[in-house]
């Protein structure tokens, strides 16, 4: 068998029909999007190119076809565990593969796994690729070598710890149990990623290694290159690295099933929520099928954004719901639609259903019109087009595509059925699919001594169905690994510097005529440009005033101008910081000029009282959902406790704000807020995007016309200098029921400024994959998921914070070793070594042409020199800048932080688990409610 390419995929979406008030959306091509070549080699690997010269980089994507669905009963949360343990290390590189990932200048190294695959990412600088090509193939291949106890132990309470993190949030219990009562008890999405912990707690080593080789040979994988590379040298590089791994026994594949509900069916559950949720649910084709595809289509016209059929019965106008959402996961054995409605606070829910229905009836029974068919297959196009403008999205794409439906032009296929459905092809499917009995499971908010997990226990959902397809086998027997091409598998090959330098594209900056600033730069070839309106104030400009008028007010803004930026094809958003409100924009580049004007519009355009009272429906949701998770608590919390109320950073530590004060914001409050903050000369304009300085500057000129500042000066909150005296103080928030403990640690640090010697050392300490006290708590102990922390990104004081969430039974245990470890940085018997922070300088010089590689990043990142005020070549000088940093300079500025700053602990956790373990480490802990106040 030899390696060679297939041809070029040549596929091409039809033109979008223009109907209403929608403009024509412009044809796209696949060859311009998605083009690849694709090869197989001879032990079976399949090998997707995709040839992209406009950046030195290259996005790799490796997925194999297992998971979930593929674990047979009392082997639940295998593949998701499997994922954990490729991460850990290999025969030839035995140590964390995200450490070395990252040395490399590797960004958005990541995995995840679904029912369906387990993948792996990372976008590599061009002269990495083959190390990290060296290091795949080695996982690929020789993983099972260093596999023990110890470290399937450790990782498998990683895993747990996951489980725990993500079961606390509000809602998350809602997948698992709809998975039940959706699929039979048979059906291989009955269970969900994560598992049962029993089957977890009885795997052994030698069950690890039978996984492995059943399911992670070189025949059942997809390996894609996207970015830097010719198709020829890819090859040539498979060959080498992959070219000699075994291809792994026959596969077993499952087969699509498809089964309707036979009755309609109910079920309540409960959850430390404040929002009483609805969900109705129905079994549908796989992902893949023309069915999904207008199922898909007819989900977008129902429930998906502020046009949809629902937003505008339920929230808009009968006020019963205060936010509604549809999704169709791209599943490849069979679908599900699901309708989930937020009853607004005091709504009766019966009335909601009633609702629900009635709009479920008339579209089954005239399906949709021609507006909202166009608008939702533009929205579907660009939503597309925009999801491949990183390099690492075109390869999952691929990979996807190659993976799971034998194409690697798949999702390209759906987007052509898409654009050639029609009202009646959407309709006519939702008739098939959408009257056939479903389930509708209601979340209520959970009593004082709830038991989530008995809840669940009790719950077993549908019985055994008959009609299974038996699983498929596909014969491995003709493959063989190709002996002579094999690489040294002794020395990972090095990382050459390249001669050529990173490049930041030229930033410019004037002042507009109305006062605002512009600050832009230029990206050709970008279907897209983006567009920020930064307004100086931010919740910090809630000081004086009631709690969450900023974030309030900007939510006035959204309603009629995100449904206008729809039918532009283009996406509005607002938004709060702690020092500036965002008014955001992404729009065709075509239309920039209609998009400025939407913009100034919304934030000019006078509101209503039905505008008052359906965005505080959702505020007074959003705040309620906010303060139940315990990451929330912890942030919020920290920024109080460390500032003060006194503060304005302090007081708008909860920017959405408290009850009492949204129940009491009005268009008084709101339109004041306005006038003061949202100006054109308090505004500075970022642009990214296939625009010049002077063009962008023009349409602006125009936009701005009318647009007059007040003459009443802008508000200056009174930032006063905040101090603490050494030591530790300790608070703990009673969470009842939670299944992990929340530990978050801050200190208060100066405002940002060109020495970045603190910033690297946040990241060395806490913040990335292979901080010190990631590797602690997670990699050594599997105590916690991860640890993530760092400095906050504001103009004024800003805070070094710590989150660690953590196994409640370890939570002292957990402290301690923060503690310890801040001890030894401070009295430096163990500061940042040279090794650490080289390791991590040079790694993010390297990652710096990956991480900017999108209008969306480079929009992000500029924005945030803007609002921290730094110089407009910052991102250009930052390799030169980061390859000045000393250990002993960047050690030395953490260290003396910590030793000069008193440090603030907030804990959330059951009370009733935790509190003992922790005043052994903190005898004067205080007991404190959700907003600080001391309550014990």
Same mark, same amino acid.
């Given at each position: 068998?030899?390696?060679?390419?297939?041809?070029?995929?040549?596929?091409?979406?039809?033109?979008?029909?223009?109907?209403?008030?929608?403009?024509?959306?412009?044809?796209?091509?696949?060859?311009?999007?998605?083009?690849?070549?694709?090869?197989?080699?001879?032990?079976?690997?399949?090998?997707?190119?995709?040839?992209?010269?406009?950046?030195?980089?290259?996005?790799?994507?490796?997925?194999?076809?297992?998971?979930?669905?593929?674990?047979?009963?009392?082997?639940?949360?295998?593949?998701?565990?499997?994922?954990?343990?490729?991460?850990?290390?290999?025969?030839?590189?035995?140590?964390?593969?995200?450490?070395?990932?990252?040395?490399?200048?590797?960004?958005?190294?990541?995995?995840?796994?679904?029912?369906?695959?387990?993948?792996?990412?990372?976008?590599?600088?061009?002269?990495?690729?083959?190390?990290?090509?060296?290091?795949?193939?080695?996982?690929? *291949?020789?993983?099972?070598?260093?596999?023990?106890?110890?470290?399937?132990?450790?990782?498998?309470?990683?895993?747990?710890?996951?489980?725990?993190?993500?079961?606390?949030?509000?809602?998350?219990?809602?997948?698992?149990?709809?998975?039940?009562?959706?699929?039979?008890?048979?059906?291989?999405?009955?269970?969900?990623?994560?598992?049962?912990?029993?089957?977890?707690?009885?795997?052994?080593?030698?069950?690890?290694?039978?996984?492995?080789?059943?399911?992670?040979?070189?025949?059942?994988?997809?390996?894609?290159?996207?970015?830097?590379?010719?198709?020829?040298?890819?090859?040539?590089?498979?060959?080498?690295?992959?070219?000699?791994?075994?291809?792994?026994?026959?596969?077993?594949?499952?087969?699509?099933?498809?089964?309707?509900?036979?009755?309609?069916?109910?079920?309540?559950?409960?959850?430390?929520?404040?929002?009483?949720?609805?969900?109705?649910?129905?079994?549908?084709?796989?992902?893949?099928?023309?069915?999904?595809?207008?199922?898909?289509?007819?989900?977008?016209?129902?429930?998906?954004?502020?046009?949809?059929?629902?937003?505008?019965?339920?929230?808009?106008?009968?006020?019963?719901?205060?936010?509604?959402?549809?999704?169709?996961?791209?599943?490849? %054995?069979?679908?599900?639609?699901?309708?989930?409605?937020?009853?607004?606070?005091?709504?009766?829910?019966?009335?909601?259903?009633?609702?629900?229905?009635?709009?479920?009836?008339?579209?089954?029974?005239?399906?949709?019109?021609?507006?909202?068919?166009?608008?939702?297959?533009?929205?579907?196009?660009?939503?597309?087009?925009?999801?491949?403008?990183?390099?690492?999205?075109?390869?999952?794409?691929?990979?996807?595509?190659?993976?799971?439906?034998?194409? !690697?032009?798949?999702?390209?296929?759906? =987007?052509?059925?898409?654009?050639?459905?029609?009202?009646?092809?959407?309709?006519?499917?939702?008739?098939?699919?959408?009257?056939?009995?479903?389930?509708?499971?209601?979340? %209520?908010?959970?009593?004082?001594?709830?038991?989530?997990?008995?809840?669940?226990?009790?719950?077993?959902?549908?019985?055994?169905?008959?009609?299974?397809?038996?699983?498929?086998?596909?014969?491995?027997?003709?493959?063989?690994?190709?002996?002579?091409?094999?690489?040294?598998?002794?020395?990972?090959?090095?990382?050459?510097?390249?001669?050529?330098?990173?490049?930041?594209?030229?930033?410019?900056?004037?002042?507009?005529?109305?006062?605002?600033?512009?600050?832009?730069?230029?990206?050709?070839?970008? !279907?897209?440009?983006?567009?920020?309106?930064?307004?100086?104030?931010?919740?910090?400009?809630?000081?004086?005033?009631?709690?969450?008028?900023?974030?309030?007010?900007?939510?006035?803004?959204?309603?009629?101008?995100?449904?206008?930026?729809?039918?532009?094809?283009?996406?509005?958003?607002?938004?709060?910081?702690?020092?500036?409100?965002?008014?955001?924009?992404?729009?065709?580049?075509?239309?920039?000029?209609?998009?400025?004007?939407?913009?100034?519009?919304?934030?000019?355009?006078?509101?209503?009282?039905?505008?008052?009272?359906?965005?505080?429906?959702?505020?007074?949701?959003?705040?309620?959902?906010?303060?139940?998770?315990?990451?929330?608590?912890?942030?919020?919390?920290?920024?109080?406790?460390?500032?003060?109320?006194?503060?304005?950073?302090?007081?708008?530590?909860?920017?959405?704000?408290?009850?009492?004060?949204?129940?009491?914001?009005?268009?008084?409050?709101?339109?004041?807020?306005?006038?003061?903050?949202?100006?054109?000369?308090?505004?500075?304009?970022?642009?990214?995007?296939?625009?010049?300085?002077?063009?962008?500057?023009?349409?602006?000129?125009?936009?701005?016309?009318?647009?007059? !500042?007040? &003459?009443?000066?802008?508000?200056?909150?009174?930032?006063?200098?905040?101090?603490?005296?050494?030591?530790?103080?300790?608070?703990? &928030?009673?969470?009842?029921?939670?299944?992990?403990?929340?530990?978050?640690? *801050?200190?208060?640090?100066?405002?940002?400024?060109?020495?970045?010697?603190?910033?690297?050392?946040?990241?060395?300490?806490?913040?990335?994959?292979?901080?010190?006290?990631?590797?602690?708590?997670?990699?050594?102990?599997?105590?916690?998921?991860?640890?993530?922390?760092?400095?906050?990104?504001?103009?004024?004081?800003?805070?070094?914070?710590?989150?660690?969430?953590?196994?409640?039974?370890?939570?002292?245990?957990?402290?301690?070793?923060?503690?310890?470890?801040?001890?030894?940085?401070?009295? *430096?018997?163990?500061?940042?070594?040279?090794?650490?922070?080289?390791?991590?300088?040079?790694?993010?010089?390297?990652?710096?042409?990956?991480?900017? =590689?999108?209008? =969306?990043?480079?929009?992000?990142?500029?924005?945030?020199?803007?609002?921290?005020?730094?110089?407009?070549?910052?991102?250009?000088?930052? !390799?030169?800048?980061?390859?000045?940093?000393?250990?002993?300079?960047?050690?030395?500025?953490?260290?003396?932080?910590?030793?000069?700053?008193?440090?603030?602990?907030?804990?959330?956790?059951?009370?009733?688990?935790?509190?003992?373990?922790?005043?052994? =480490?903190?005898?004067?802990?205080?007991?404190?409610?959700?907003?600080?106040?001391? &309550?014990?």
């Amino acid at each position: 068998m030899t390696a060679s390419f297939s041809g070029t995929a040549l596929l091409r979406v039809a033109v979008f029909a223009s109907l209403g008030v929608l403009a024509v959306w412009p044809a796209a091509s696949a060859a311009e999007v998605l083009a690849y070549r694709s090869l197989r080699l001879p032990n079976g690997l399949k090998v997707v190119v995709h040839e992209d010269h406009s950046a030195p980089i290259v996005s790799l994507a490796v997925w194999y076809r297992v998971g979930s669905a593929d674990e047979p009963a009392g082997r639940t949360g295998f593949a998701h565990l499997f994922e954990h343990l490729m991460f850990r290390g290999s025969k030839h590189y035995n140590a964390p593969f995200l450490d070395a990932m990252h040395d490399m200048g590797g960004g958005n190294v990541n995995a995840d796994t679904s029912f369906d695959h387990t993948a792996y990412y990372a976008t590599v600088p061009t002269v990495a690729l083959d190390r990290a090509l060296w290091l795949e193939s080695d996982r690929m *291949g020789h993983l099972l070598g260093p596999l023990d106890q110890a470290r399937l132990t450790t990782e498998r309470a990683v895993v747990r710890n996951e489980n725990r993190d993500t079961l606390d949030l509000p809602y998350a219990r809602t997948h698992p149990h709809l998975l039940r009562h959706l699929f039979p008890a048979n059906h291989p999405y009955h269970h969900d990623v994560d598992g049962h912990a029993p089957d977890l707690d009885n795997l052994t080593v030698e069950d690890a290694r039978s996984w492995f080789r059943n399911h992670y040979g070189a025949a059942n994988a997809t390996l894609v290159v996207a970015g830097d590379i010719a198709p020829e040298a890819a090859r040539e590089k498979a060959m080498t690295y992959f070219g000699d791994l075994v291809p792994g026994p026959d596969l077993v594949r499952q087969q699509p099933w498809v089964v309707p509900l036979r009755v309609a069916a109910r079920g309540t559950m409960h959850d430390h929520v404040a929002t009483h949720r609805i969900v109705r649910a129905w079994p549908i084709p796989q992902a893949g099928t023309d069915a999904a595809a207008r199922l898909r289509l007819a989900a977008r016209i129902l429930g998906d954004g502020t046009a949809s059929r629902l937003h505008a019965r339920l929230v808009t106008q009968d006020r019963v719901a205060s936010d509604v959402a549809a999704y169709v996961p791209s599943l490849a %054995l069979a679908g599900m639609l699901w309708l989930v409605v937020d009853v607004a606070e005091g709504a009766d829910s019966a009335a909601v259903e009633s609702a629900l229905d009635d709009e479920l009836r008339r579209f089954v029974a005239n399906g949709p019109d021609s507006d909202e068919m166009a608008l939702a297959q533009v929205r579907e196009n660009t939503a597309f087009l925009a999801g491949t403008e990183r390099m690492d999205a075109k390869a999952r794409r691929l990979a996807r595509g190659q993976a799971l439906h034998d194409d !690697p032009g798949e999702e390209w296929v759906v =987007q052509l059925r898409m654009a050639h459905a029609d009202a009646e092809s959407v309709r006519r499917e939702a008739a098939a699919w959408l009257t056939q009995p479903s389930y509708t499971l209601t979340v %209520l908010p959970a009593p004082e001594g709830f038991d989530a997990e008995a809840e669940d226990a009790s719950d077993t959902g549908l019985g055994v169905a008959e009609g299974q397809p038996a699983p498929g086998v596909v014969a491995t027997g003709a493959f063989r690994a190709s002996h002579g091409w094999a690489v040294d598998r002794q020395v990972p090959p090095p990382v050459v510097e390249s001669a050529a330098e990173f490049s930041f594209p030229a930033v410019h900056r004037r002042r507009l005529r109305s006062g605002s600033t512009l600050v832009s730069t230029q990206r050709t070839g970008s !279907p897209f440009v983006r567009v920020r309106f930064l307004f100086g104030g931010g919740s910090a400009g809630d000081f004086g005033r009631l709690p969450g008028t900023a974030l309030f007010t900007m939510s006035l803004l959204e309603g009629a101008a995100t449904m206008q930026a729809d039918r532009l094809g283009a996406t509005f958003e607002t938004g709060c910081e702690v020092d500036a409100c965002t008014v955001g924009l992404r729009v065709p580049r075509d239309r920039l000029q209609a998009g400025l004007a939407l913009m100034v519009d919304a934030i000019r355009h006078d509101v209503g009282q039905e505008d008052i009272d359906r965005v505080r429906t959702q505020r007074l949701a959003a705040a309620d959902t906010g303060a139940m998770t315990s990451f929330g608590l912890a942030h919020g919390l920290m920024n109080r406790l460390l500032f003060g109320e006194g503060h304005p950073y302090g007081f708008a530590a909860f920017p959405h704000g408290t009850r009492e004060s949204l129940q009491a914001l009005d268009a008084n409050a709101a339109g004041a807020y306005r006038r003061d903050y949202l100006r054109p000369d308090n505004l500075t304009v970022v642009m990214v995007g296939d625009v010049t300085h002077e063009e962008g500057a023009r349409q602006l000129e125009s936009a701005f016309a009318e647009w007059v !500042p007040p &003459v009443a000066p802008i508000p200056s909150a009174p930032m006063h200098a905040v101090t603490r005296e050494p030591g530790d103080m300790a608070y703990l &928030v009673d969470r009842p029921g939670a299944r992990q403990a929340h530990i978050a640690v *801050g200190s208060l640090a100066p405002p940002a400024s060109e020495d970045l010697n603190l910033d690297l050392a946040s990241q060395v300490f806490a913040d990335l994959p292979g901080s010190r006290l990631n590797a602690n708590l997670r990699q050594d102990k599997g105590w916690s998921y991860g640890v993530a922390g760092g400095l906050s990104r504001q103009r004024g004081p800003r805070t070094f914070t710590v989150h660690a969430p953590v196994q409640a039974d370890r939570t002292a245990d957990a402290v301690a070793e923060i503690r310890r470890e801040i001890s030894a940085l401070v009295d *430096g018997s163990t500061p940042l070594s040279d090794t650490e922070v080289a390791s991590v300088r040079t790694g993010l010089a390297r990652s710096l042409t990956a991480a900017l =590689q999108t209008d =969306q990043a480079l929009m992000a990142n500029l924005a945030m020199s803007v609002k921290l005020g730094r110089r407009d070549d910052f991102w250009q000088t930052l !390799p030169a800048v980061l390859g000045g940093l000393s250990a002993e300079r960047v050690s030395g500025a953490l260290a003396d932080l910590l030793r000069t700053q008193g440090r603030t602990w907030v804990i959330v956790g059951d009370r009733s688990s935790i509190e003992a373990q922790l005043r052994q =480490q903190f005898p004067a802990l205080h007991v404190v409610d959700t907003e600080g106040r001391i &309550v014990d």
